[in-house]
């Protein structure tokens, strides 16, 4: 099973940058898109990006503008540039792949165990 693991997490004032790194780990296979989700507490996960294999992205209308989201087929890692940071993005950040392990075995999903973003004054 391969297992992605995120970093760069941290604190940060309002206005300020961070960037998210996930990278898998385990067997060398195949990983078609790949995105991060946010969880706030009290609040349901929610998609904030997404990135093709070919380089095609989709953002959340909320980020659209602030953060970049981008890829190394070659390391199967998956970054996220956040820039002009505010407090409502304060959030536990998942990592997230689809793996493709080849035949006979299926595709499946794969998470990360997260990375804390607060962004505070």
């Known amino acids: 099973q391969v297992q992605l693991v995120e970093s760069g997490g941290g604190l940060v004032q309002p206005g300020g940058s961070l960037r998210l790194s996930c990278a898998a780990s385990?067997?060398?296979?195949?990983?078609?898109?790949m995105g991060w989700y946010r969880q706030a507490p009290g609040k349901q996960r929610e998609l904030v990006a997404v990135?093709?294999?070919?380089?095609?992205?989709n953002y959340a209308d909320s980020v659209k503008g602030r953060f970049t989201i981008s890829r190394d087929n070659a390391k199967n890692a998956v970054y996220l540039q956040m820039n002009s940071l505010k407090p409502e993005d304060t959030a536990v950040y998942y990592c997230?792949?689809?793996?493709?392990?080849?035949?006979?075995?299926?595709?499946?999903?794969?998470w990360g165990q997260g990375t804390q973003v607060t962004v505070s004054s």
């Open positions: 385990g067997s060398i296979v195949s990983i078609d898109g």
């Open positions: 990135i093709s294999t070919t380089g095609s992205t």
């Open positions: 997230y792949g689809k793996v493709l392990p080849g035949w006979p075995r299926d595709a499946y999903d794969s």
